[in-house]
C-alpha cells in the first residue's frame, strides 16, 4: 500500500526532520508535540530542508506534502498509512504512549521509533499489536542524511519491517536492517566510542573540542563519508589488502590508545566542554551553523552523487525517482505558444560580488530547462537505460539583463527545428514580474544511442512528441539572435 499521510508523534529536533523529509517528498503529515511553539519550529526546519533540496535537487518542482498540527498524540494517528514516533528518550514516556496510538490504530499501520538507543522488545511490552512496531532510527539532520536504522524486537513481525524498510527507501534513506537486538544498535555504538574518547581528551587536557573536531574533519572524516572504516583499512594493507593490514596494525590493538570507559561528567569537564565548545562557534548561531551543516552536506552529497557511490548512489537514485514522478513546472505552454517547463529562485549562493547572478549559474538554469523539457517528451530512465538521450553540443548565450536574489524566473523554450538525431532549441530565461528576458541560449544537441555511445537516431516516440511541437512552434516569430555568432551584428 502506498503511504500518502503519516503521523509523526514528537517534533523535536529529530521529529520536525522526519516531518521535513516526508513533506518534500509528498507524504502529508500530522504532527503532536506539547510545545506551544511547534508550528514556528517545523516551518523553520522545513524551509531549511526546502532550502538544502533545492541545491540537492535542482530544477524539480516537487509536491509537497501538507503539515497538520494536532492536539493529541491520537489525534496525529488517525486516519494515517504509517506512524514514526520521535519522543524524549525516556522508556516509560515512549512505552505509554506507543500503547495509546496502538490502541486506536488499525491493525495494518506500521510504527517505527526513533529511539537512538531503547530496545524495541521493552518499548513493544504494553501494545496490543507489538508486531507493527519497528525501530526506524535516522540521523540528523534527518531530512538530508539517508541513514536509518531498522530494528524489530522479539514480536515485531517481518512484514513490519519490511513496510518500514520500503517506504523509508521510497522517500530516499538507505536501511540498515539490525540483525540483532542490541542497546545502541550499530551506528551509535560506534559514535559512542568516538565520543567518550573525546571526552578522555578534553578531561586530561590533551585537547581542546576544536582541536578533536579538526583531527575528524581534516582527516579520517572525509573518507568516512564514502568508504566507512574496514574498506578503507583495506586499503591500508597495500596489495595484500585487509589480512596484510591486520598483521602489520594488530598488534597496536594491544596498546593503551584508547579509554572506553568514559569519564565521569564532573561539573569541571562540563563546565570545560561547554565553554570550549561556545568558544568554537565564535558566536555564530545555531540556526547559522545549520544551514552550513545542510549546504556542506549537500556539497559532500552532490560530490558523491557525481560518482554513484555510497550515500551519493543514494541521492542519485532518489533523485532519477523524483524526476520520474515530479511533472516539470505546473504550466506546459505559455500563452504565446512557447513551452515553459522550468521555473526557478534565485538563491543566495547563485549571486556575485556584484550582486547579480554570476554567469554560470544561467548555464545552468538553461541546462535544467534542456532536462525539463527531455523529461517531457518522455525520455525517462526506461529511455535513458534502453535507447539514449540527447547531449548538448553547442550552445549560444546572450546576456540581456541583470538578475538579483529571491527574484523569480521561468525558462520558455522554443523547438526551432528537429530531424531524427539534431534537435535545434532557443531558450529564454525571463524575469516573472515584469517578463523582461534577461538572457537567451541557442542550443544545438545530438541523440546519442546508449548501446554505442554513437549519434543514432531518436526513439519514434520521442520523435513523434518532437516533431508536434516543432510543428507548432513553425508559425512563431523567429527568435532575435539566433544564428549570431560573437560579435556579430542582430
Known sequence: MAIKRAGIVGGGVIGAGWAARMVLN????????????????????????????????PGLALREGTVTIAATAEAAVAGVDFVQESLPEREDLKRRVLAAIDAVLPPHVVIGSSTSGLLPTSLQADMAHPERLVVGHPFNPVYLLPLVEICGGEKTGAAAKETAAAFYSAIGMHPLHVRKEIDGFIADRLLEALWREALWLVNDGVATTEEIDDAVRYGAGLRWSFMGT????????????????????GPALKLPWTKLEAPELTDALVDAVAGQSDDQAKGVSIRELEAL??????????????????????????HQALMAATAPVSKAQAADGLLVLHEVTVPADW??????????????????????????????????????????????????????????????????????????????????????????????????????????AAGAQVLDRLTTICAAHQGLPKPAGTGRAVGAPR
Not at 508550528?39 to 541545491?55: N, S
Not at 574496514?230 to 596494525?249: D, K, N, P, T, V
Not at 558523491?304 to 532518489?318: I, M, Q
Not at 528576458?437 to 548501446?451: G, W
Request: proline fraction near 1%; charged fraction near 25%.
Open 26 to 57: 509528498g507524504i502529508d503529515v500530522q504532527v503532536f508535540d506539547p510545545d506551544p511553539e511547534i508550528a514556528r519550529k517545523l516551518d523553520t526546519v522545513i524551509a531549511h530542508a526546502r532550502r538544502a533540496y533545492g541545491k540537492l535537487f
Open 230 to 249: 574496514f574498506l578503507i583499512y583495506r586499503l591500508a594493507g597495500g596489495e595484500a589488502g585487509m589480512r596484510h593490514f591486520l598483521a602489520q596494525f
Open 293 to 318: 551543516r545542510d549546504d556542506c552536506l549537500v556539497s559532500v552529497l552532490a560530490g558523491l552523487r557525481s560518482e554513484d557511490y555510497g550515500a551519493g548512489a543514494v541521492v542519485k537514485r532518489h
Open 351 to 456: 549571486i556575485d560580488y556584484n550582486g547579480h547572478m554570476t554567469e554560470y549559474r544561467y548555464l545552468q538554469v538553461f541546462g535544467d530547462a534542456t532536462d525539463a523539457l527531455l523529461r517531457h517528451i518522455g525520455l525517462d530512465q526506461a529511455y535513458l537505460a534502453a535507447k539514449g538521450s540527447y547531449y548538448t553540443v553547442e550552445t549560444h548565450i546572450m546576456h540581456r539583463g541583470e538578475t538579483k536574489m529571491g527574484e523569480g524566473l521561468h525558462v520558455a523554450t522554443q523547438i526551432l527545428s528537429v530531424d531524427a538525431k539534431r534537435l535545434h532549441l532557443f531558450h529564454r530565461i525571463v524575469r516573472s514580474r515584469d517578463d523582461f528576458c534577461v538572457a537567451s541560449a541557442e542550443q544545438m544537441l545530438l541523440h546519442v544511442e546508449a548501446a554505442s555511445g554513437r549519434a543514432g
